[in-house]
């Protein structure tokens, strides 16, 4: 059904069209004013102010590899991590822990683990399926480089990146 | 006519004057000064809508090997220098079956508005010489001539572009800026009725002695004629803003490049420091409309109370200074004027939306030529009425 759209009386003023200019004007000068005197909110200004501190408990930065408190590679080189990564960016070699060391008795650990940064999509599988809770997503979230060859995390780089982690394993931990 | 005589018969001192005086306004004063618009730009309509805007540019002493970009005071103050390098560092790129003639032509005609300047007083005087490139007595005409020309370079990049967008913003262009060059003219009509002649050091020189034309409280200009003049000149005053906006493709009146419906218009085909020239050329003749504003209304160099550069008026405890200082201080004001209505120009800008075409072309036919008709007869009617 048609019907007709009532066209708004204009009075003289609003017909002149120059006090709405200066109306305009005005408005956008308070805006200018306003961020003048520095009341205005505005974006974070990123290198200089981070958003660090307010990463929250659950935030999903680089993927790294932890110590345990006796200095000894939690990660035991079963490889679950590297098969479950969605874009394939985990490579382990694993090697066999000479019977002379002192953790000779957990058998296995990575001799290689290097982790593609490129390829890394921070979904955090490889931390839920580790068995040994060996690698964690931890928050650093600028991970730079200015080649392809800095961009992959070895596994000097993972452990720095990771430090230790005290505690039980969840898996040897009853309540949990 | 010997060798020598014909040598000595060259003004050479006033052709040093005009050439140091050309170069230091170009080079010195409007190209610095454009870049600076662009940034302005930048800067205000990002506190306008509520952003920070660039402010990271800083002068790159990192290549030189520092640690980190010299700020100075704002930040991103760099920001032009980086612009033109950007635009200088780019392909020259030409697309296939454009007129080469013309799409080389066009970009250079656009900075024809940096020839107008020659017209402009833009300071009193300096050292006994005057601050004006070209001390001629049709001034207004000239302007009016050089800046008419300026709609080529538009209509030819359009033409010249053998492609659908910028061919409609050419012909867009070309009918907006006759459209509104008739009322730009007719609407100083008032002020040269007033003057009686069109030599703008003259003009300028009047409203120094007698008040400025909007600002009539000195001299003659406490006199009835003038406040009665103040009706037509305000009306003048305002068709004319009205029309430099129209005429320097501003915001609401940016229908040629108008990005919405045609691209970019007519510089859609253009790229690097071609596209720039247009960039520049079209920031040129802000400064030019804006000067004109500043040499026609408000006085020009003139500062109350400042002396100029004669060491004539003024408070007369300031002569104690050389003259010139004031001389300077005289320049300094007229382009500190200019600066005020350019960012006024940025603040329109950022606060009004684009008018439609048909809406444009109505402004222009139907309201302000006839204002600016009726208003020439009512100047003359308060002329008459306050000579008896």
């Known amino acids: 059904m048609a019907y007709i759209v009532p066209r708004p009386e204009l009075t003289f003023k609003e017909k002149a069209y120059l006090p709405s200019i200066l109306n305009g004007l005005k408005i956008t000068f308070g805006h200018f004013k306003k961020m003048m005197k520095g ?12 958003w660090d501190s307010e990463l929250p408990e659950h935030y999903r930065g680089a993927p790294t590899l932890v110590k345990d408190e006796h200095d000894r590679e939690r ?3 079963c490889q679950l991590c590297e098969f479950i990564c969605p874009p394939r960016a985990i490579t382990i070699k694993p090697m066999e822990i000479p019977a002379d060391d002192k953790f000779a008795k957990v058998e296995k650990r990575p001799a290689e683990f290097e982790i593609d940064m490129i390829r890394c999509i921070y979904c955090g599988m490889c931390e839920e399926v580790c068995p040994e809770q060996a690698i964690f997503l931890r928050k650093d979230y600028a991970i730079t480089g200015i080649t392809r060859a800095e961009m992959v995390h070895d596994k000097a780089k993972l452990y720095e990146l990771g430090g230790v982690f005290k505690g039980l394993v969840h898996k040897w931990n009853p309540e949990k | 006519m010997t060798t020598l005589a014909f040598f000595d018969s060259i003004p050479w001192e006033m052709i040093l004057w005009a050439a140091g005086k050309s170069l230091f306004v170009i080079f ?3 190209l610095p000064l454009v870049s600076y618009t662009v940034y302005a730009e930048r800067r205000v309509s990002a506190a306008i809508q509520d952003r920070v805007g660039p402010n990271r540019t800083g002068f790159p002493t990192t290549l030189l090997g520092f640690k980190k970009d010299l700020q100075l005071f704002l930040g991103g103050l760099g920001q032009p220098i980086a612009d033109a390098m950007k635009f200088i560092l780019k392909e020259d790129f030409t697309p296939a079956g454009v007129k080469h003639f013309y799409f080389w032509l066009a970009p250079c005609l656009a900075m024809l508005p940096l020839v107008s300047l020659a017209f ?5 005087s300096l050292f006994g010489e005057k601050m004006v490139i070209a001390n001629v007595n049709v001034g207004v005409l000239g302007i009016f001539a050089v800046t008419g020309c300026s709609v080529y370079a538009i209509v030819l990049a359009g033409w010249a572009s053998n492609s659908k967008y910028p061919f409609l913003g050419g012909i867009r262009s070309s009918s907006q800026m006759i459209a509104y060059e008739l009322s730009m003219g007719l609407s100083i009509i008032p002020v040269l009725m007033l003057f009686g002649s069109m030599n703008l050091s003259d003009l300028v020189q009047y409203q120094a002695d007698n008040g400025w034309l909007l600002l009539p409280l000195w001299g003659n200009g406490l006199s009835t004629e003038r406040w009665l003049m103040l009706i037509p000149l305000t009306i003048s005053f305002i068709i004319f803003m ?3 906006f129209a005429e320097t493709n501003r915001l609401p009146f940016d229908m040629p490049e108008s990005e919405t419906e045609l691209v970019a218009g007519y510089h ?5 420091m071609k596209f720039a020239l247009f960039f520049l050329g079209e920031y040129a003749a802000m400064i030019v409309g804006s000067a004109l504003m500043v040499v026609f209304f408000f006085g020009g160099w003139h500062i109350p109370l400042i002396p100029d550069g004669n060491g004539v008026g003024g408070l007369s405890f300031l002569h104690a200074l050389p003259d010139w200082v004031w001389g300077i201080v005289n320049i300094t004001a007229f382009f500190g004027k200019v600066a005020v209505i350019l960012v006024f120009f940025i603040w329109v800008r950022w606060t009004l939306p684009r008018f439609r075409f048909d809406q444009l072309m109505k402004l222009g036919w139907l309201y302000l030529f006839e204002i600016a008709l009726a208003n020439i007869f009512l100047a003359a009617a308060v002329l008459a009425f306050t000579s008896n």
């Open chain 2, 28 to 30: 010195g004063v409007v």
């Open chain 1, 75 to 77: 990660c035991v080189a």
């Open chain 2, 242 to 244: 009205i029309a430099v």
């Open chain 2, 268 to 272: 859609t085909e253009y790229g690097s």
């Open chain 2, 120 to 124: 402009i007083p833009f300071g009193s």
């Open chain 1, 39 to 50: 009341e205005t909110k505005v974006t974070m200004q990123y290198p200089e102010e981070t």
